[in-house]
């Protein structure tokens, strides 16, 4: 019998209403609009007609209410005022008129068409035309908006069969493999410390915290309930988990507070819209402000070490020495780092060894290899023989090595308590009265629980409180907070990415498998430039039918049911840049972004090169993911047409700019948002991590890293947050902090 997993991971029918309260003109209108995007057709492949995609519509129930409920749940305010501002304005016949010209009128009364009468062929000229329009951009957003979604929810919803209609015709399928020999301890690993709030109540709630060994008070007058521990740390991921082995394990009474939920490989499905949903920030519908980057971050017990692609590269040495050399940090300047990164890649049980490659990866090795480039395999957290492309919705072998199987088991095993589905609100912050250097005193930290059930709100407090929540909500925290340091929430690095693909058809490939098959990344290539200095480097994604759709750009309905009908033989591989540029993110879910002039031409280069190791490899056809659907057919083409394509080529502005062809960028990497120096005016932390505003506040995740790492940074987080709370603990141990 099929695995079913973890309720929330399963998908299936909703269980509640819809609450957009979109009214019924805008519902006509949008379900117009994701006809246009998806629109019923009949498709030939090889001779045959593809039942399925000559049947879907994008206008069928219930996708239309799904994407206004996603816009409402997930949109930023800006995102849901420029679609609802749109859906009305073309729910009324003089506001089609306006949006789309002479395309609204008819041969009869009354001539003029809500856009939900025009026909369909004229829809998707009107739709064409502001995709390429460079001035009324905010327009144009909101038709991209809407057209991510469309695409995103269409084929990641799944039935009580927890399948996709449209998947067979795609190629595609779901991972069911596990590893099913395994005992009660390794089924819920974590179950000794841990505290589901999304299964207690405001009477269950106390007695379960008092059982895992927490002294535990119920205040009526605040309506709290008051925990107290020698450490509190929000966040369980690459930072937090790192943070709670060592401090647990040096004797202190260790709280984990984490929003997400606490899900095991025996709960993971595989399927990739209830996965990304329930782990991954904003349910993996996150841009920034302007929709030019796409970014993933993990929310789920493990954080990011539980859904990303298993990429364990130690800090560069030119990294190390530019933040210990030039930025003069004491940490990178001792051998305590190095050799925390071996402590760290044994605990992990990094190994090199990879038995067998997914497609990707044997397109990126074979194409470098034609081309005479290098090209390196990656180590991972996982045996050599891991061969799962589905990691990035949780490893449901158990073979991938996050903070959720490694360092929280540690934790938990020297009495660590990890509390879950429970957001932090604020530090609890006093007045300082015998700080020296700073006036201000972190006594813990107030969380509510995402269960409503539980309506007191739960006030932790600790010796030390460690924010280890990531570089997108560390430092909204630590602003809603009350600190002022002016560095909190800047010189954000997001890696920014910029991909190529490429179609391999299965009958004249030797290249075996398909794209959602295999390690995530086992090989990697770096570009370079003349003086040896690393430009990007390559490396191929993990992309599910829903991603793969939704960043697929979109010419008309026919191609796009073409683009997909192709989706399992499409290899996309990806430049990815240590980016000088840098953003900011003050409060939670809003981030901006800019790109320095280095960053737009090394992502050019690698774009270029990834493109050229495409066609090494032999693709049929290759391309690039700008709104005019850049690509080129290989076949018989020579050397002077290839080069003449790759001088189109060029890293696009995004859809807000004034341009008539854009791209969209994705990032997996966030860091340096609460950077850590020697300084409080170039620095929000010490160079221990600890507040300059306030004695025994500390952050302990990827926003201290001084910049970017410029390859996958899970073993650098994770080997600063071992330095950072070794060297918390020895505070702790000599009496600096008192309760």
Not at 27 to 45: D, R
Not at 358 to 377: D, I, P, S, T
Request: proline residues 3%.
């Amino acid at each position: 019998m099929e695995k079913r997993g973890h309720p929330l991971l399963r998908g299936g029918r909703r269980e509640t209403k819809y609450s957009h309260k979109f009214s019924s003109s805008q519902m006509e209108t949008l379900s117009a609009i994701t006809e246009t995007f998806l629109p019923l057709n009949s498709l030939q492949n090889n001779g045959q007609k593809i039942q399925c995609f000559h049947q879907v519509s994008g206008s069928q129930y219930p996708i239309p209410d799904e994407v206004a409920e996603v816009v409402m749940k997930r949109g930023f305010f800006e995102a849901r005022i420029l679609v609802l501002g749109l859906l009305k304005i073309l729910s009324t016949r003089i506001g089609t008129l306006l949006i789309c010209g002479l395309f609204c009128f008819g041969k009869s009364w009354p001539y003029i068409n809500k856009f939900s009468d025009i026909p369909l062929e004229k829809r998707e000229i009107v739709v064409q035309k502001w995709f390429k329009n460079r001035y009324l951009t905010p327009i144009r957003l909101a038709f991209v908006f809407i057209k991510f979604l469309c695409l995103y929810v269409f084929f990641t919803q799944v039935g009580e069969d927890s399948k996709n209609p449209a998947w067979d015709d795609m190629g595609y399928q779901v991972d069911n493999e596990e590893n099913s020999s395994e005992t009660p301890d390794e089924r819920r690993p974590l179950e000794k410390g841990i505290v589901e709030t999304m299964y207690e109540t405001e009477s269950s709630i106390v007695k379960s915290l008092v059982r895992k060994g927490l002294k535990v008070t119920e205040d009526t007058e605040d309506n709290v309930y008051k925990v107290q521990c020698d450490v509190v740390i929000v966040g369980s991921g690459c930072g937090g988990g790192v943070a709670a082995s060592v401090l647990a394990s040096s004797g202190q009474k260790v709280v984990v507070v984490e929003k997400g939920n606490y899900f095991t490989k025996s709960d993971y499905s595989s399927l990739e819209g209830p996965s990304q949903s329930q782990m991954y920030e904003s349910g993996g519908i996150l841009a920034t402000l302007d929709g030019k980057v796409m970014v993933m971050a993990g929310s789920t017990v493990g954080g990011g070490s539980a859904v990303n692609w298993s990429v364990c590269i130690k800090t560069p040495d030119s990294v190390i020495q530019e933040w210990g050399d030039d930025k003069r940090i004491p940490m990178f300047q001792s051998p305590e780092y190095v050799s925390a990164m071996d402590k760290v890649c044994e605990r992990l049980n990094v190994t090199k060894e990879c038995t067998r490659e997914g497609l990707q990866n044997q397109v990126l090795r074979k194409g470098c290899e034609k081309l005479g480039l290098e090209v390196e395999g990656v180590a991972r957290n996982s045996s050599g023989n891991h061969y799962c492309g589905s990691c990035c919705y949780g490893c449901r072998r158990g073979d991938k090595k996050g903070t959720d199987t490694t360092w929280l088991v540690d934790a938990v095993d020297c009495g660590a308590v990890i509390i879950t589905g429970c957001k932090a609100e604020r530090f609890i912050l006093e007045k300082n009265k015998y700080g020296k250097t700073r006036n201000k005193k972190c006594l813990g930290v107030i969380a509510s629980s995402l269960n409503k059930d539980i309506t007191k709100r739960i006030c932790i407090e600790a010796k030390v409180t460690i924010s280890a929540c990531g570089s997108l909500l560390t430092p909204p925290l630590m602003i809603s907070s009350g600190l002022k340091n002016p560095n909190i929430g800047r010189n954000l690095r997001l890696h920014p990415v910029i991909m190529a693909w490429g179609y391999f058809p299965e009958s004249n490939s030797d290249l075996k498998g398909k794209i959602h098959e295999g390690g995530i990344i086992t090989s990697m290539h770096e570009v370079r430039s003349y003086d040896s200095d690393a430009r990007a480097i390559i490396e191929a994604p993990a992309l599910g039918p829903g991603s793969f759709a939704a960043l697929c750009p979109w010419v008309s309905g026919e191609d796009m049911k073409n683009r997909l009908l192709k989706y399992s033989r499409t290899a996309h591989l990806f430049a990815m840049v240590k980016d000088v540029g840098s953003g900011k993110v003050r409060s939670e879910g809003r981030i901006s972004y800019t790109f320095d002039a280095a960053d737009k031409e090394n992502l050019k280069h690698g774009l270029r090169r990834a493109l050229r190791i495409l066609i090494a490899a032999g693709a049929d056809e290759v391309g690039t993911q700008q709104s005019d659907g850049q690509r080129i057919k290989c076949k018989g083409k020579g050397e002077k047409e290839i080069e003449v394509f790759l001088d189109t080529v060029t890293a696009a502005e995004g859809p807000k700019s004034l341009v008539k062809d854009f791209t969209t960028y994705c990032s997996a990497h966030q860091m340096g948002s609460c950077r850590m120096g020697m300084s409080e005016k170039d620095s929000a932390v010490d160079e221990n991590g600890e507040s300059w505003e306030a004695d025994g506040l500390f952050v302990c995740d990827a926003s201290v890293l001084p910049g970017a790492v410029g390859v996958n940074p899970m073993i650098t987080i994770q080997s600063t947050a071992y330095c950072l709370s070794n060297k918390i603990a020895e505070m702790i141990k000599v009496g600096k902090f008192s309760r």
